[in-house]
């Protein structure tokens, strides 16, 4: 891949964002052959990375779309994602969105709360379309992640704990919502089969009580950040039968385009400042905040020249007026010079979809590696121009 890595830097500058197609078809591939034997109908949470052209990707294998905007729905859109393949998620619907969402005639709605329902209940007023409606059920399972992007416990704002699901199911009832099926997310990044196993147990119990044969099983599967990933053998050995009987969808965002994703910077200096060595380079948080929200690590490679007479500890940081802007901490090893390029891998999910314009930066170009070995741009760099385009004076 380096040929390719200094072919787009070199054609496309600095900051930008790589992806490549072959790599999300394998991943797929994988998805498919998971849930063989399954009725199975697979979503990709636009959350992740809502690129439309990555989209399309996925929508010609056969993805609907999970989300939780109309931003997201606008790229569902533009990609030809089938409007009744769309899954709109989140816990804080506006009753303009539930217009919008049902004037375009989406397939599935999962309802985020009790409360939820007396604004469904006025919205189908004036709508003769009717999605399918989900309860997310909240099922109080740890998953083991980093506590940021749990989201099954009853500390979290998401999802009907079980002890209120009779009353959820009577108020619906109650405002002629007719409930189809249940929705489960317990959280991303998720690398242990265990929370899966003790949350669809459940949920497929509470399924066959309440005579509902639909379940969304959510995402989160975990993808190897830093050696530890989701066994999908032992995913498909231990989970996948509890869904024998029922019609499952299915969420996945970071599975499908992490790995897929590269985030390329340039050096610009090399600091010492007599305690520690600084690479600083031309992007930072900025365009991949995951580091210094998450603490994640994200591994790279080096294209270009590196002094490797001798070897320091080195933190790579951007260029952004704050101490957290940094894109790898503590690397032991010879010193990237400037001009170098610095490779982030597994940069796909939650890269660019988490960019901002902080300090009055512009968000970098993407670019699609398509499975031909083409180079194809798939967003502009943001211009100034864009930045201030809102501005009134």
Same mark, same amino acid.
């Given at each position: ?11 496309? @500058? ?14 797929i591939n994988?998805?498919?052959?998971t ?8 979503t990709?949470?636009?959350? #992740? ?6 989209l399309?990707i ?7 779309? @999970? ?8 790229a ?8 009744? !393949? ?16 049902? /004037? ?8 985020d !709360? ?7 209940? &006025? +919205?189908?007023? /004036?709508?003769?379309?009717?999605? &399918? ?16 992007? #749990?989201t ?28 189809s099926?249940?929705?489960s997310?317990?959280? /991303? ?15 497929? +119990?509470?399924?066959?009580e ?9 995402g989160g599967? $975990?993808? @190897?950040?830093?050696? @530890? ?41 090399t ?7 600084f690479?600083?380079?031309?992007? $930072?948080?900025?365009h ?12 790279? &490679? ?10 320091? /500890? ?13 894109l ?19 940069? $796909? ?5 988490? +960019?901002?314009n902080y ?28 930045l201030?385009?809102g501005?009134?004076?």
């Amino acid at each position: 891949m380096q040929d390719v890595f200094k072919k787009a830097a070199k054609k496309f @500058d600095t900051p930008l964002y790589l992806y490549s197609e072959n790599i999300i078809l394998s991943k797929i591939n994988e998805v498919f052959k998971t849930f063989k034997g399954i009725d199975f109908h697979p979503t990709f949470a636009l959350k #992740a990375n809502s690129n439309p052209n990555l989209l399309k990707i996925m929508r010609d294998k056969g993805f609907g779309s @999970d989300v939780v905007s109309s931003g997201e729905l606008r790229a569902s859109i533009m990609a030809g994602v089938d409007l009744k !393949s769309i899954v709109w998620n989140g816990c804080g619907k506006s009753r303009a969105e539930m217009a919008e969402f049902l /004037s375009a005639g989406i397939g599935k709605v999962n309802i985020d !709360s009790i409360e939820e329902i007396a604004l469904w209940r &006025e +919205a189908l007023k /004036s709508s003769k379309h009717r999605p &399918e409606f989900f309860v997310r059920i909240n099922s109080e399972v740890d998953a083991l992640t980093h506590p940021f992007i #749990a989201t099954g416990l009853k500390k979290h704002k998401f999802g009907i704990p079980v002890k209120l699901l009779v009353n959820f199911f009577e108020t619906a009832k109650k405002a002629g919502i007719k409930i189809s099926g249940f929705h489960s997310h317990i959280g /991303s990044q998720v690398t242990d089969v265990t929370p899966y196993f003790d949350a669809f147990s459940q949920i497929t +119990a509470m399924a066959e009580e309440y005579g509902i044969k639909k379940i969304n099983i959510g995402g989160g599967w $975990g993808i @190897d950040y830093t050696g @530890d990933k989701l066994d999908l053998a032992e995913y498909r050995k231990k989970v996948v039968p509890l869904f024998k009987n029922f019609e499952i969808t299915a969420e996945f965002g970071r599975f499908i385009v992490a790995e897929a994703g590269f985030y390329l910077v340039t050096v610009q200096i090399t600091k010492y400042n007599g305690y520690k060595y600084f690479i600083v380079a031309n992007g $930072g948080m900025n365009h991949l905040l995951r580091p210094a929200l998450y603490s994640a690590i994200h591994d790279f &490679e080096v294209i270009g020249k590196m002094n490797n007479k001798f070897e320091a /500890s080195y933190n790579i940081v951007g260029p952004l007026c704050e101490s957290g802007d940094v894109l790898y901490t503590n690397r032991d090893g010879g010193l990237p010079e400037p001009g170098s390029v610095i490779v982030f891998k597994n940069t $796909g999910a939650y890269g660019y979809a988490m +960019a901002s314009n902080y300090n009055g930066t512009v968000r970098p170009a993407e670019v699609l590696i398509t499975s031909g070995g083409e180079l194809k741009l798939i967003r502009k760099r943001e211009t100034l121009a864009d930045l201030f385009a809102g501005v009134i004076m």
